[in-house]
């Protein structure tokens, strides 16, 4: 069944989430359609994750009975069942609400027949009450294993797919799945009812978003009572009183997007309170200078604070992925540009990882140290980070803009096309022409209708400082708001890590210039982060750089120091433009050391100044550093983004 006229109007307003509604959200969210990627950063991952990952990745499912068991359940082959894993139907949801996100930015009809042929499967399968989970227990032990099944979390991904599909096409099919098993769910669950919650969150962001698709309060009302549920199982307290980032790293990130949503929607403080409380945590001392998430291997989970290994560093894709969710949400609510940080902290660099530059293989952790043998794979045991890449990658246009009463904000800088509306309701087309990150040089044009004075609100990074800005040529001046229009006011400035509003009245072909410094910045960390005491990491704009062995093939990446220029702030490395290099990269040069005898002939333990170190000089080398994003898509080698410092008589 496709949507009405009416229907259709108002699913193509929609963006990533549907705010429009929602009391709480500051900012609204653009539609994907609106926004037409350019031949920028992005575009080239967005069109290998639809050629080349989504597809492979299906063929992969195919072939690991993924999408058997679907057919098994609704009678159409007689094949046993094969436990990918125990959610792998979620994992195929992800996939089609990838299929959703893509189709709202581009026609792809192969990939919609496809998805289509798969959602018949999906629609066979259902249960008459409305209940769908592949493994089919008998109804009395429905529910009864929630810590590991995670039937709830699959009905979540189940939903969310529905809801992308539907406002891509229309279609609502896949939709009307999603909305018998959350009317199953309403029924099983709450206040005097079932009233444990599933081990891994999910379910909740689904119901809140089916809530704004369909305005039925019920789905809502599921939602809060979920996230009030203690996850006794594992031993922790609902997340509007979790005192701080603890256990699971995904599943943290899911369930403070749904507190975040619940939020949005309700106005609970308390909820508002320990979620800035949580945010704090997480940036002061549980992320990784590359925007992951989880020290340690058991439980998938947090550290304590400073704990942050990098070779043993989990910092799991799909991590990664959740905290952008949950960093969009908290930008939403409040405008404000540490959260938007944070989003492209990850997804230049902690995200990006996880993806080959072909497209079709993957990382499930991202260690920022190894000495080798560890590579992207195109299938593991447990899939949940290939299809969480894919609707990432497939809904990357609707996290650039955003629009408010105060005008239009600019978060990210990737060439585009837009059509976003103005606070007076009339369309303006907005471009951007960038070489972001590569380059800080920006310029955005805006064409309204008509005349029109509002603000535009761009990010300023919070490591741009210097930033600058024109407008049509000249350095900007703010126009007085209203109620000081007899007070002169200065030049606008750009402050790093705020929004700079633009306000004026914008005619149409009006250019903004924004200029963007992009020095290399030496960083060191919190000196309670023990494995990098001595030692140092490269960042130039958002990107985070390594060094890799087959770029620093003289000496092992493990004993490579950097001899850093004092007097120079970017440690004598200079930047250098490789076009023909892993897809066209910034690359760092700079000088580095390395001992002139292996380390194997070091003693375990020697009084300091001894040793064969000391007997002979380090070898002074030309040390190449690259994204880290692109390590490892080059065959086998070994990798370092902490590098420690040569001391002065090294140098």
């Known amino acids: 069944m496709a949507a009405t006229d009416g229907e259709d109007v108002e699913r193509l307003r929609a963006g990533i989430i549907d705010t429009r509604r929602s009391p709480h959200f500051r900012l609204q969210t653009v539609?994907?359609?609106?926004?037409?990627?350019?031949?920028?950063?992005?575009?080239?991952?967005?069109?290998?994750?639809?050629?080349?990952?989504?597809?492979?990745?299906?063929g992969a499912m195919e072939e690991h009975g993924v999408v058997d068991n679907f057919r098994r359940l609704s009678g159409r082959t007689d094949v046993p069942f094969r436990p990918a894993s125990y959610m792998s139907e979620s994992d195929l949801y992800k996939w089609l609400e990838a299929v959703g996100l893509a189709l709202q930015s581009e026609d792809l009809p192969d990939l919609r027949k496809t998805a289509e042929a798969v959602i018949d499967e999906v629609a066979a399968a259902q249960a008459e009450d409305g209940y769908l989970y592949v493994a089919d227990p008998p109804p009395s032990e429905r529910f009864s294993r929630l810590e590991g099944s995670h039937e709830l979390y699959c009905a979540g991904h189940l939903m969310q797919a529905g809801i992308a599909y539907y406002r891509a096409?229309?279609?609502?099919?896949?939709?009307?799945?999603?909305?018998?098993?959350?009317?199953?769910?309403?029924?099983?669950?709450?206040?005097?009812?079932?009233?444990?919650?599933?081990?891994?969150?999910?379910?909740?962001?689904?119901?809140?978003?089916?809530?704004?698709?369909?305005?039925?309060?019920?789905?809502?009302?599921?939602?809060?009572?979920?996230?009030?549920?203690?996850?006794?199982?594992?031993?922790?307290?609902?997340?509007?009183?979790?005192?701080?980032?603890?256990?699971?790293?995904?599943?943290?990130?899911?369930?403070?997007?749904?507190?975040?949503?619940?939020?949005?929607?309700?106005?609970?403080?308390?909820?508002w309170s320990n979620l800035l409380r949580l945010w704090d945590d997480l940036v002061t001392g549980k992320i990784y200078i590359t925007g992951g998430v989880g020290a340690r291997h058991a439980s998938e989970?947090?550290?304590?604070?400073?704990?942050?290994?990098?070779?043993?560093?989990?910092?799991?894709?799909?991590?990664?992925?959740?905290?952008?969710?949950?960093?969009?949400?908290?930008?939403?609510?409040?405008?404000?540009?540490?959260?938007?940080?944070?989003?492209?902290?990850?997804?230049?660099?902690?995200?990006?990882?996880?993806?080959?530059?072909?497209?079709?293989e993957y990382f499930y952790m991202n260690p920022l140290a190894s000495d080798g043998g560890y590579q992207r794979q195109p299938w593991f045991g447990t899939n949940c980070c290939p299809p969480n890449i894919h609707r990432m990658l497939a809904g990357l246009p609707g996290y650039i803009f955003s629009t408010s009463s105060e005008g239009l904000w600019v978060h990210f800088y990737d060439t585009c096309e837009a059509t976003l509306t103005a606070p007076g309701g009339s369309p303006v087309a907005l471009s951007i022409d960038a070489r972001y990150p590569w380059d800080g040089d920006i310029e955005i044009t805006l064409t309204p209708d008509e005349p029109e004075e509002f603000a535009l609100l761009l990010r300023i990074p919070g490591w741009a400082e210097g930033a600058a800005v024109s407008v049509k040529g000249e350095a900007f001046a703010a126009l007085p708001?209203?109620?000081?229009?007899?007070?002169?006011?200065?030049?606008?400035?750009?402050?790093?890590?705020?929004?700079?509003?633009?306000?004026?009245?914008?005619?149409?072909?009006?250019?903004?210039?924004?200029?963007?410094?992009?020095?290399?910045?030496?960083?060191?960390?919190?000196?309670?982060?023990?494995?990098?005491?001595?030692?140092?990491?490269?960042?130039?704009?958002?990107?985070?750089?390594?060094?890799e062995s087959t770029d620093n093939p003289e000496a092992p990446v493990a004993d490579l120091a950097l001899a850093l220029d004092p007097q120079d702030a970017a440690g004598g490395f200079r930047a250098q433009w490789q076009p023909d290099l892993l897809g066209g990269v910034t690359v760092l040069r700079g000088a580095g050391v390395a001992a002139s005898r292996p380390p194997s002939e070091y003693p375990l333990y020697r009084p300091r100044g001894t040793g064969p170190e000391a007997s002979r000089a380090r070898d002074k080398e030309q040390a190449t550093a690259i994204p880290y994003y692109a390590w490892a898509n080059r065959g086998d080698s070994a990798m370092r983004v902490w590098v420690p410092v040569a001391s002065d008589s090294s140098r």
């Open 481 to 547: 708001q209203p109620g000081d229009r007899e007070r002169s006011l200065p030049a606008a400035t750009a402050q790093p890590g705020t929004y700079l509003a633009l306000r004026r009245c914008w005619e149409a072909g009006d250019t903004v210039r924004l200029e963007l410094p992009l020095p290399i910045r030496v960083m060191q960390s919190h000196p309670r982060v023990a494995e990098n005491r001595g030692c140092v990491a490269l960042q130039r704009g958002p990107v985070v750089y390594c060094f």
């Open 169 to 271: 096409t229309g279609e609502r099919k896949l939709l009307e799945v999603g909305v018998a098993f959350a009317d199953y769910l309403t029924e099983q669950f709450g206040p005097g009812k079932r009233e444990q919650t599933d081990g891994h969150p999910e379910v909740e962001l689904a119901l809140t978003e089916l809530y704004r698709t369909t305005g039925e309060r019920r789905y809502l009302d599921l939602a809060g009572f979920l996230l009030g549920r203690s996850q006794a199982l594992r031993g922790l307290p609902p997340i509007a009183q979790r005192p701080a980032l603890v256990d699971h790293c995904v599943r943290s990130g899911y369930i403070c997007s749904g507190g975040a949503d619940w939020y949005a929607e309700t106005g609970d403080e308390m909820m």
């Open 31 to 58: 539609p994907i359609s609106a926004v037409r990627m350019g031949e920028g950063f992005w575009q080239p991952r967005m069109t290998a994750n639809v050629r080349a990952g989504m597809p492979t990745f299906l």
């Open 301 to 360: 989970a947090f550290g304590e604070p400073y704990e942050l290994p990098n070779a043993r560093a989990y910092a799991e894709t799909c991590a990664q992925i959740a905290h952008v969710m949950w960093a969009w949400r908290m930008l939403l609510v409040t405008g404000e540009g540490r959260f938007a940080d944070v989003i492209e902290q990850i997804l230049y660099n902690g995200f990006l990882s996880g993806v080959s530059l072909d497209g079709d």
